[in-house]
Each structure stands twice: as structure tokens, then as C-alpha cells.
């Protein structure tokens, strides 16, 4: 059973940055997609990032330029840097995975839809 364990959320003023890591822990398999969702209050979940096994990367309009996801094979750990925080990035920020056995192609997704492990969550709060 894999699990996903978020951190370095907090607060910031606007303009600032922040690191999120995500820290996997179990048996993961070589195809993956992994990714960083957003929900605010009273808002739907949202996709921010996504990456492959491939090494592609996509990102939602809304923080393209500003956010930049990645991962260390070596630690089992995803990251989002956060760059030029406004404060309608404030939200909980999720890490989420789906594995696949074996070698294959995998698409790029921000879709929660396609995604069957989720972490509990880390708060980002982006003040004015």
C-alpha cells in the first residue's frame, strides 16, 4: 500500500515562496503519473501539476510560470516550487498518484479522476 505524505505548507505574504514535498512510502511501481491538486473552501478540487514517468510535466494555466514540479527518484519524494505566491493560491494542497505494473506509457493528467492515491493534505495561506 503506497502512502503519500505531504509537507512544507504554511503561510506567506504575496510574492513569496514556498517548497511542498511529498513523501512516498511503500511499494511503488516504475509507470507512474503523480501530482499536486489544490481545493479551497467552497471550491472544487483542482489539478496544479502533474509528472510522469516519462519526465513530461503539465501545469494548469493559472500557474504556469510560477509553480514547477519535479521529483527525486532516489528519495521517493515529489516537490512543488511555489514562486510569486498570490492569494488565490491559498488553499489545502494535495500530492496524488496511480501506479501502473510494469513498463508502460502513461499519460500526464490533472484530472482527480485519475488518480487512486491521495496524501492528507498541507495548507498554503498567501497573505496581501
Known amino acids: 500500500q503506497v502512502r503519500l505524505v505531504e509537507s512544507g505548507g504554511g503561510s506567506v505574504q504575496a510574492g513569496g515562496s514556498l517548497r511542498l514535498s511529498c513523501a512516498a512510502s511503500g511499494y511503488t511501481y516504475s509507470t507512474y503519473r503523480m501530482g499536486w491538486f489544490r481545493q479551497a473552501p467552497g471550491k472544487e478540487r483542482e489539478g496544479v501539476a502533474g509528472?510522469?514517468?516519462?519526465?513530461?510535466?503539465t501545469y494548469a494555466d493559472s500557474v504556469k510560470g510560477r509553480f514547477t514540479i519535479s521529483r527525486d527518484r532516489a528519495k521517493n519524494t515529489l516537490y512543488l516550487q511555489m514562486n510569486s505566491l498570490k492569494p488565490e493560491d491559498t488553499a489545502m494542497y494535495y500530492c496524488?498518484?496511480?501506479?501502473?505494473?510494469?513498463?508502460?506509457?502513461?499519460?500526464?493528467?490533472?484530472?482527480?479522476?485519475?488518480?487512486?492515491?491521495w496524501g492528507q493534505g498541507t495548507q498554503v495561506t498567501v497573505s496581501s
Open positions: 496524488a498518484a496511480y501506479y501502473i505494473r510494469g513498463y508502460t506509457t502513461i499519460s500526464n493528467s490533472l484530472n482527480t479522476n485519475e488518480y487512486n492515491r
Open positions: 509528472l510522469n514517468s516519462d519526465g513530461s510535466t
